[in-house]
Nanobody, 125 residues
Framework: QVQLVESGGGSVQPGGSLRLSCAAS????????MGWFRQAPGKEREGVAA???????SYEDAVKGRFTISQDNAKNTLYLQMNSLKPEDSAMYYC????????????????????WGQGTQVTVS
């Protein structure tokens, strides 16, 4: 089992920044894909960024150049630095983890992840 706890959400004006954190515990290892997803009201959950088990990162096109995913292995914590925030970035943000069977091309598919955090709200207005 893997436990994930997100923090760092809040309200910010357009153009502002936030840093989300996801503290992981339990049976985690570096071969897992750790991802950030978001879900706005009435919309499907979408992949934002992932730190893949092969050591590479992936981003949704809409956030490239604005968001940066990183992790601190010593603290077992995943981060999402969000800059130049836009109103359309407003959503509940979730941290997720899974091995994805080694198929990193599925990093943005929510249905492929087994472990999820409870989410943290980001509002840009």
């Amino acid at each position: 089992q893997v436990q994930l706890v997100e923090s760092g959400g809040g309200s910010v004006q357009p153009g502002g920044s936030l840093r989300l954190s996801c503290a992981a515990s339990g049976h985690t290892d570096s071969s897992m894909c750790m991802g950030w997803f978001r879900q706005a009201p009435g919309k499907e959950r979408e992949g934002v960024a992932a730190f893949r088990g092969d050591g590479r990162t992936s981003y949704e096109d809409a956030v490239k150049g604005r968001f940066t995913i990183s992790q601190d292995n010593a603290k077992n914590t995943l981060y999402l630095q969000m800059n130049s925030l836009k109103p359309e970035d407003s959503a509940m943000y979730y941290c997720a983890a899974d091995y994805l069977g080694g198929s990193w091309r599925d990093w943005d598919k929510a249905e492929e992840y087994e472990f999820w955090g409870q989410g943290t709200q980001v509002t840009v207005s």
